[in-house]
């Protein structure tokens, strides 16, 4: 059975940092791409960044020189690195793993961050 657990959320005073875990079962992590994904209420979801199997990372424009992707092979983990935290920030923030070739995808649960003074 396949379960990805996110962890890490949190309340931050703008500036600060957080990191967001993603812990994935079901022996899928090497053959997936992994995504952070948040949604802001009344807004859709959005990609914020995604490291796929063969070492390429995307970040969304938002984020790029704050957030960092990396993944764990060893953990079955994937992280997210948020630096230089701002209120834009706020939202609930959900791991993604997917494979393109299969056309499958899984999500977690989401992990609340709120970026408040």
């Known amino acids: 059975q396949v379960q990805l657990v996110e962890s890490g959320g949190g309340f931050v005073q703008p500036g600060g940092s957080l990191r967001l875990s993603c812990v994935v079962s079901?022996?899928?992590?090497?053959?997936?791409?992994m995504g952070w994904y948040r949604q802001a209420p009344g807004k859709k979801r959005e990609l914020v960044a995604e490291?796929?199997?063969?070492?390429?990372?995307n970040y969304a424009d938002s984020v790029k020189g704050r957030f960092t992707i990396s993944r764990d092979y060893a953990q079955n983990t994937v992280y997210l690195q948020m630096n230089s935290l701002k209120p834009e920030d706020t939202a609930a923030y959900y791991c993604?793993?997917?494979?393109?070739?299969?056309?499958?995808?899984?999500w977690g649960q989401g992990t609340q961050v709120t970026v408040s003074s």
């Open positions: 993604r793993a997917h494979n393109s070739r299969l056309s499958a995808y899984y």
């Open positions: 079901g022996r899928i992590f090497s053959n997936y791409d």
């Open positions: 490291a796929t199997t063969g070492g390429f990372t």
